[in-house]
T-cell receptor, first 113, second 111 residues
Framework: KAGVTQTPRYLIKTRGQQVTLSCSPISGHRSVSWYQQTPGQGLQFLFEYFSETQRNKGNFPGRFSGRQFSNSRSEMNVSTLELGDSALYLCASSFFGQSGEAFFGQGTRLTVV | QKEVEQDPGPLSVPEGAIVSLNCTYSNSAFQYFMWYRQYSRKGPELLMYTYSSGNKEDGRFTAQVDKSSKYISLFIRDSQPSDSATYLC???????????FGTGTRLQVFP
């Protein structure tokens, strides 16, 4: 069974640009969550989607947005990139989206220059 | 104060040692408790998943949850160099996949 797939794995962007990251969950999983991981702040929750609906949103500015499609695949978008957005962005999926028993992808490493 | 506190380490132990990793938390709403292992430049890998208080064992790994003390532990028996990684505790209140993570403890097992 394939795991959570995130694309691209690495990305370099310039300040002010926007970026879209993609996540394909484990087959059959309906819940997708996104996290930002930095050395200083650790893993921080961005948002959670279940059956195409955003259920929770973390404490991030509105420049961070996401969506989920009918096949459970998800995308997150960051507009007007700042240097501080450089991080590892992780996607996790689960079947029920109720207990946090979530499985992570390998992440997308975003570098903003 | 952070909702979840975890000693960042690093923790360095010889091969074969018993390792104890711990987290404390302040939110009494947490019901689900996880331990993840993360190797450098990889995503976190779910190691142990526990609901409410009690113990759970899986091979060399034992997870303990004490909700009365708001304290969780992960024990690794017969530690191996391949166990060298960062260990993250995570918690959830239920009805959501929103996880609150500890900062992670870096473990080094030397031969």
């Amino acid at each position: 069974k394939a795991g959570v797939t995130q694309t691209p794995r690495y990305l370099i962007k310039t300040r002010g640009q926007q970026v879209t990251l993609s996540c394909s969950p484990i087959s059959g999983h309906r819940s997708v969550s996104w996290y930002q991981q930095t050395p200083g702040q650790g893993l921080q929750f961005l948002f959670e989607y279940f059956s195409e609906t955003q259920r929770n949103k973390g404490n991030f500015p509105g420049r961070f947005s996401g969506r989920q499609f009918s096949n459970s695949r998800s995308e997150m978008n960051v507009s007007t990139l700042e240097l501080g957005d450089s991080a590892l962005y992780l996607c996790a999926s689960s079947f029920f989206g109720q207990s946090g028993e979530a499985f992570f992808g390998q992440g997308t490493r975003l570098t903003v220059v | 104060q952070k909702e979840v506190e975890q000693d960042p380490g690093p923790l360095s132990v010889p091969e074969g040692a018993i390792v104890s990793l711990n987290c404390t938390y302040s939110n009494s709403a947490f019901q689900y408790f996880m331990w993840y292992r993360q190797y450098s430049r990889k995503g976190p890998e779910l190691l142990m998943y526990t609901y409410s208080s009690g113990n759970k064992e899986d091979g060399r790994f034992t997870a303990q949850v004490d909700k009365s003390s708001k304290y969780i532990s992960l024990f690794i028996r017969d530690s191996q160099p391949s166990d060298s990684a960062t260990y993250l505790c995570a918690m959830s209140a239920g009805n959501t996949d929103k996880l609150i993570f500890g900062t992670g403890t870096r473990l080094q097992v030397f031969p």
